[in-house]
């Protein structure tokens, strides 16, 4: 086998939002840290040191790739969560490998990771099929099935939260397309339920405490999914109108889907 090469890395980490989207913003900002730091073609165990350099920067909250590169305010305001988030950067990996036909470059880093770190970050799924459903419900199932692949555990404690999140980045559940869709279509069913029987009809609230609540718990159960595949102190309002979520202890609430306005 020839030397594994990924090249264009500045240009290819530019996309990450589509390519992965619904992932969480210090994921976002790692990826955009890692391209800044990285030299534009790359191998597998380039890739290693630049991950190795990246949690000592974390840990001390100062840059180590010299004066040409800042460290981002941003992680090192979330220092903790961005640690505990640093092995999700391999599914962004994935992402740009396959993007680049260069798949086997993702599995040789996975391979080096698992045995550096003891990584074992489940490989995200991309669910192609479609569902007939209002658009503000499937803009809610479609968050939390990207969700569930990449939890991000922010009770407002550093030392838990990271401990859970790095327990789900070392052991997370690899879930197969058709769990997803089970998921995906029990979700649809329960918040389409609640949107015409609810207490509060056209309004549901979707809750993760540190365990799923109502709906979400009976997505969760139809797959044998565990509390530590779902983000913790996590609150989704859904509306025929917008989707905001709050994800995270004390996070604001962000509109992830809004209707058009009449004409």
Known sequence: MGKLILDQIKQRFSGVYDLCPNMSDEVYALAHYFA???NDSMAPEGVMTVLLCMQD???KKRRGFGNKVEFPAYLAQHSELALAQLPYLLQVLDAVAEQADRAEF????RRLC????GWNVPKRVVLTSERHCHPSIK???DWWVEAIQ???MDNGTSEMSMFVAMLGGITGRQFTVDELNTFRDTLIDGITYQMTHGNTPSRVVLCVDYSPEGVL???AAAIGASRFSFPCK???VVTDKEVQVAAGCGAPYETIWRAEPSA
């Open 57 to 59: 920067d974390l840990r």
């Open 150 to 152: 990449h939890p991000k």
């Open 234 to 236: 996590t609150c989704m």
């Open 106 to 109: 993702a599995e040789e880093t």
């Open 114 to 117: 698992y045995q550096l770190f």
């Open 36 to 38: 800044a730091v990285s």
């Open 139 to 141: 803009a809610a199932a």
């Open 217 to 219: 718990w009976d997505a």
